[in-house]
Every structure is written in structure tokens, then in C-alpha cells.
């Protein structure tokens, strides 16, 4: 069974830093393209950041130069440092798993954790 688990999220002041972490166990992790999602209240799903099995990440313009996704084989997780963080990045953040190696199957989603910047 495929299992993504995040933790990290939590209440911040404008300006400040969070770091989520993603554990993924019941697949081989280095099959698997990891992203980054968040969804704020009112609003679709939007893709924030990438990271395929070779390391190689892409970002959504609104975070480029803030966020920094990160992946470790050897630990099976994924990471989401943010940076100078503004209210418009409140929601919850889901991590998100997807093998692309023969045969393709995903994507997996964990359950969440919810990130507020505000005052």
C-alpha cells in the first residue's frame, strides 16, 4: 500500500520560513516524480513545485526564487523549504507521487497539512 505521510505545516508571520517534509513508503521511491500542491480556501488545486527522479525541479512563477523542493532516495522523502512566505501562500499543502517508470501508476496523495501566513 502506497503511503505518502507530510508534516511541517503550521502558522507563520509574513516574511517567514516553513519547511514540509513528505515520507513515502509502499512504493520504490526512486521510480516516483514527487510535487508539491496546495489549495487555498475558495480556490482549485494549483501545482507549486516538481522534482523528477533525477533531481531536475520546476516551480510555478509565484514561488520561483522562494521555494526550494528537495528529494533523498536513501530516506524515501521529499521536501518543501519556503522562504520569504505572504498570506497568498496560505492553504493546505499536498505532497503528490507518480511513478513513471513502466508500468505507470498515480498519482498518490497524502492527506495534507495546512500552512497559514498571517499576522
Not at 500500500?1 to 517567514?16: A, F, N, W, Y
Not at 520504490?28 to 480556501?41: N, S, V
Not at 520561483?64 to 521529499?78: C, E
Request: charged content about 20%; overall charge negative.
Amino acid at each position: 500500500q502506497v503511503k505518502l505521510v507530510e508534516s511541517g505545516g503550521g502558522l507563520v508571520q509574513p516574511g517567514g520560513s516553513l519547511r514540509l517534509s513528505c515520507e513515502v513508503s509502499g512504493i520504490t521511491f526512486d521510480t516516483l516524480m514527487m510535487a508539491w500542491y496546495r489549495q487555498a480556501p475558495g480556490k482549485e488545486r494549483e501545482e507549486v513545485a516538481t522534482c523528477n527522479r533525477f533531481g531536475h525541479t520546476v516551480y510555478t512563477e509565484s514561488v520561483q526564487g522562494r521555494f526550494t523542493i528537495s528529494r533523498d532516495n536513501a530516506k524515501n522523502t521529499v521536501d518543501l523549504q519556503m522562504d520569504s512566505l505572504t498570506p497568498d501562500d496560505t492553504g493546505v499543502y499536498f505532497c503528490s507521487a507518480r511513478r513513471v517508470t513502466f508500468p505507470e501508476i498515480g498519482p498518490f496523495w497524502g492527506q495534507g497539512t495546512q500552512v497559514t501566513v498571517s499576522l
